[in-house]
């Protein structure tokens, strides 16, 4: 699923400035097309990860959970790539705004003050210089909650997910949060994990749900696209409300996709979607410099249409590249997202016989994350 969802906010995080906005409808149904991508269905990345981390966090029980080991493990699984990524990513915009490149599409990080500049380099109170890793800074609080959390939802599960969906979907103040939906995401695995949920149970279903979950990202869609980009209040919840459903709905759309032999294939990538999720942004905010030197407003649908294709072809051969030269700087890259030597055809075999056949919850957690 993660590598899925993260091609997907590829599709997010593309570049436009006022004069190439969808929703200015200059362009019709390619204008729907990019509002449907990138303000619908493909929103849905971000609590649908948070799950999947929840879940996994805590698919050994509550009693069995380490908070000092998670803490020294998320650390160098997701702290020290945050770190890395983004501090580059904000040295490389310094040196380029310092040569006069890059104003206008970047935070100003050369006239920034002390407090900017932290919150460019730390998202301490907005998001980091590398835009798509405030999930990152977010999963991280979520993980310093985790033993509330989790005694929160054991106990209280009904009130406690409530709440946080009522934040979530809300137009209430983040607080801490940046992305008020990763709480409710992480909560959600944390529930469908302590409270042993089978999480297969709706795969029989599942061309049921994802057409259900299809039909509302176009009506949303639909709806974004004519009243955008300031949306009114109504629309802004249905748009979270989307959003969070669509964790059922990405899951049984992934239920029918690892059936494929290209769903197998993708369950094998090591450390290819965190690759792609941490480099994206930088990459893409490159393309927009040279198009916008080089190209007209009128032909930006080929940019949009081209750019996360190109970019996801170059991240794969970075990936692979650096897997190869350096496996020590990528294992560092990518917080030491490496499956065993000759697990992955296993568990994408015990993925498709599950979804072909159906398992009971006797199976463990570690077989039912495989998807």
Same mark, same amino acid.
């Given at each position: 699923m993660r590598i899925l969802l993260i091609s997907g906010i590829v599709f997010v995080h593309v570049p436009y400035d006022p004069q190439t906005s969808?929703?200015?409808?200059a362009n019709g149904f390619v204008d729907w097309i990019r509002v449907f991508l990138g303000d619908s269905i493909f929103r849905v990345g971000v609590p649908c990860l948070s799950a999947i981390s929840g879940y996994l966090l805590f698919r050994r029980g509550l009693d069995a959970f380490d908070y000092g080991k998670t803490i020294r493990a998320k650390a160098r699984t997701v702290l020290l790539p945050f770190l890395?990524?983004?501090l580059a990513f904000l040295a490389s915009v310094y040196i380029a705004q310092g040569q006069g490149i890059?104003? =206008?599409?970047?935070?100003?990080?050369?006239?920034a003050t002390p407090r900017e500049l932290a919150t460019l380099a730390f998202a301490s109170e907005a998001q980091p210089?590398?835009?798509?890793?405030?999930?990152?800074?977010?999963?991280?609080?979520?993980?310093?909650?985790?033993?509330?959390? &989790?005694l929160l939802i054991m106990r209280y599960p009904l009130a406690t997910l409530t709440v946080f969906f009522i934040y979530a979907v809300l137009p209430i103040p983040n607080g801490i949060f940046l992305k008020k939906s990763i709480l409710f995401g992480f909560s959600c695995g944390i529930y469908a994990s302590l409270h042993k949920i089978d999480i297969r149970m709706l795969d029989p279903y599942a061309e049921k749900i994802s057409a259900l979950f299809l039909t509302a990202a176009?009506?949303?869609?639909?709806?974004l696209y004519w009243t955008g980009p300031d949306f009114p209040a109504l629309i802004d919840i249905l748009r979270n409300l989307t959003a969070i459903c669509g964790i059922v709905g990405s899951w049984a759309i992934s239920a029918i996709l690892v059936r *494929?032999?290209? =769903?197998m294939r993708l369950s094998q990538a090591e450390g290819l979607s965190f690759w792609i999720f941490c480099a994206h942004y930088p990459l893409l905010v490159t393309f927009w410099m040279f198009w916008n030197r080089a190209a007209e407003p009128e032909l930006y649908p080929l940019f949009y249409f081209s750019t996360p294709i190109l970019a996801l072809l170059i991240l794969i051969a970075s990936h692979k590249a650096a897997k190869r030269v350096t496996p020590r700087l990528h294992a560092v890259l990518t917080g030491s997202?490496? *499956? +065993? +030597? &000759?697990?992955?055809?296993? *568990?994408?075999?015990?993925? *498709? &016989?599950?979804?072909q056949k159906g398992w009971s919850k006797t199976h463990s957690a570690e077989e039912k994350a495989t998807r």
């Amino acid at each position: 699923m993660r590598i899925l969802l993260i091609s997907g906010i590829v599709f997010v995080h593309v570049p436009y400035d006022p004069q190439t906005s969808p929703f200015l409808g200059a362009n019709g149904f390619v204008d729907w097309i990019r509002v449907f991508l990138g303000d619908s269905i493909f929103r849905v990345g971000v609590p649908c990860l948070s799950a999947i981390s929840g879940y996994l966090l805590f698919r050994r029980g509550l009693d069995a959970f380490d908070y000092g080991k998670t803490i020294r493990a998320k650390a160098r699984t997701v702290l020290l790539p945050f770190l890395i990524w983004n501090l580059a990513f904000l040295a490389s915009v310094y040196i380029a705004q310092g040569q006069g490149i890059g104003f =206008g599409y970047l935070p100003d990080a050369v006239n920034a003050t002390p407090r900017e500049l932290a919150t460019l380099a730390f998202a301490s109170e907005a998001q980091p210089i590398n835009v798509p890793l405030y999930f990152l800074r977010d999963l991280l609080l979520c993980i310093l909650l985790a033993p509330a959390l &989790g005694l929160l939802i054991m106990r209280y599960p009904l009130a406690t997910l409530t709440v946080f969906f009522i934040y979530a979907v809300l137009p209430i103040p983040n607080g801490i949060f940046l992305k008020k939906s990763i709480l409710f995401g992480f909560s959600c695995g944390i529930y469908a994990s302590l409270h042993k949920i089978d999480i297969r149970m709706l795969d029989p279903y599942a061309e049921k749900i994802s057409a259900l979950f299809l039909t509302a990202a176009v009506l949303l869609a639909t709806a974004l696209y004519w009243t955008g980009p300031d949306f009114p209040a109504l629309i802004d919840i249905l748009r979270n409300l989307t959003a969070i459903c669509g964790i059922v709905g990405s899951w049984a759309i992934s239920a029918i996709l690892v059936r *494929s032999h290209l =769903g197998m294939r993708l369950s094998q990538a090591e450390g290819l979607s965190f690759w792609i999720f941490c480099a994206h942004y930088p990459l893409l905010v490159t393309f927009w410099m040279f198009w916008n030197r080089a190209a007209e407003p009128e032909l930006y649908p080929l940019f949009y249409f081209s750019t996360p294709i190109l970019a996801l072809l170059i991240l794969i051969a970075s990936h692979k590249a650096a897997k190869r030269v350096t496996p020590r700087l990528h294992a560092v890259l990518t917080g030491s997202r490496t *499956s +065993r +030597r &000759g697990s992955a055809p296993k *568990s994408s075999a015990m993925q *498709s &016989g599950a979804n072909q056949k159906g398992w009971s919850k006797t199976h463990s957690a570690e077989e039912k994350a495989t998807r």
